[in-house]
Every structure is written in structure tokens, then in C-alpha cells.
């Protein structure tokens, strides 16, 4: 089956700076991978996803990169704020399956 | 539209005790599943359903129960609570061909 990993579990970077959490896979008929921000007590929500059939997703200061190849995703935060700070979790689906998630990532955003 | 809704927010078990977590959602979607969140442990899938009557087990699936009568409800039986079973729980939904998945506010149970 699935798995999926996820690095690094802790991150801490200056308001400002940029933040990259990057994900890996194993099954390569995964072909959806979102990624969630899960505020302290709250729900997951997401807030960006990427095919397989596309490289690079931009929205605003959030960006998703796809290496199909080498099996692996990365989420790219810019000019991080205080509001950022949160755990994101990384995912791999693919139709027939099931969403499985990685172990999530803690970003601190530091003022 | 409401989304994805869960009742209890909050629940307080004694071992042994049984229970259903509830689970609504009016977009109509074909998938539902339901997740376990504990501590470090990211979210783990307990069981899943891709249409009424239709549901499998996911990778924790041994103490809970589903069924899935219709489209919008999905319920989760615990059937004899274990301390083990202390953990936050998701519910979620996704509409098949588009797969982005929506999550209930979740559900925080402790066995005691």
C-alpha cells in the first residue's frame, strides 16, 4: 500500500523567510496530492492540492511542487507570517484507494 | 450548506461503555471516511464508505463499526470503549472525480 513521508516534523523560520515541507511517496499511481493546515484544536483545511499531471501549482504565497519521477512533493510557503505558523500535513490518493496522510510537519513563524 | 457536521464535540467514556459518533454531510458526496488523530501520529483512516451501502475497513479499524443507509450519514460505532480508543475523531467527505476532501470539526473522545 501507500505510504507517505514527511520532512522535517518540526520548522522554525523568521517572519518573512520562506518555509518548504517536502513529502514523499511510494505508490506511483497516486495521482492527487493535497496538502492541509490544521490550526490548533481545528478541523484539517486545505489549502492547496496538485495532479499528477501538472509540475507546479501557485496560489498567492503558497506553492506546490511535483517531481512524479522521483516520487516526491513539496510545499513552498513565501514571505511567512505569524498567521502560518500551524501543522501541515502532506497526502497521496489516488482513485480506488484511499487518502494517506503523512505524520505532518509543526511550523513556528517566529516575529 | 452546512458542510461536513459531527455530534458530540466532546465526549467522556468509562471502559466497556458503547457509543455512536455521528456524521452528516448535504454536498451530496460519494466518499466518506472516518480518521483518527492522536498526538504525532498524524491522521490515521478507521473506516471508509464510496456509497450508500457500501463500506471497508481502513488501517485501525479493529473496536469501531460503520454503516452507511444513506448518502449523507455515517456513523461510528465504538462497541466497547478502551482507554486506547482516547484520540480526536475526523469525519470526513469527497465528492469521487474532483477528490478534495472536506473535514467535520471533529470529535474529542477520552476513555477513562
Known amino acids: 500500500g501507500e505510504n507517505v513521508e514527511q520532512h522535517p516534523s518540526t520548522l522554525s523560520v523568521q517572519e518573512g523567510d520562506s518555509a518548504v515541507i517536502k513529502c514523499t511517496y511510494s505508490?506511483?499511481?497516486?495521482?492527487?496530492f493535497p496538502w492541509y493546515k490544521q490550526e490548533l484544536g481545528k478541523r484539517p483545511q486545505l489549502i492547496i492540492d496538485i495532479r499528477s499531471n501538472v509540475g507546479e501549482k501557485k496560489d498567492q504565497r503558497i506553492a506546490v511542487t511535483l517531481n512524479k519521477t522521483a516520487k516526491h512533493f513539496s510545499l513552498h510557503i513565501t514571505e511567512t507570517q505569524p498567521e502560518d505558523s500551524a501543522v501541515y500535513f502532506c497526502a497521496a490518493y489516488n482513485y480506488g484507494q484511499n487518502f494517506v496522510f503523512g505524520p505532518g510537519t509543526r511550523l513556528s513563524v517566529l516575529p | 450548506n452546512a458542510g461536513v457536521t459531527q455530534t458530540p464535540k466532546f465526549q467522556v467514556l468509562k471502559t466497556g461503555q458503547s457509543m455512536t459518533l455521528q456524521c452528516a454531510q448535504d454536498?451530496?458526496?460519494?466518499?466518506m471516511s472516518w480518521y483518527r488523530q492522536d498526538p504525532g501520529m498524524g491522521l490515521r483512516l478507521i473506516h471508509y464508505s464510496v456509497g450508500a451501502g457500501i463500506t471497508d475497513q481502513g488501517e485501525v479499524p479493529n473496536g469501531y463499526n460503520v454503516s452507511r443507509s444513506t448518502t449523507e450519514d455515517f456513523p461510528l460505532r465504538l462497541l466497547s470503549a478502551a482507554p486506547s480508543q482516547t484520540s480526536v475523531y475526523f469525519c470526513?467527505?469527497?465528492?469521487?472525480?474532483?477528490?478534495?476532501?472536506?473535514f467535520g470539526p471533529g470529535t474529542r473522545l477520552t476513555v477513562l
Open positions: 505508490d506511483s499511481a497516486s495521482n492527487y
Open positions: 470526513a467527505s469527497s465528492q469521487v472525480g474532483t477528490d478534495t476532501q472536506y
Open positions: 454536498m451530496n458526496h460519494e466518499y
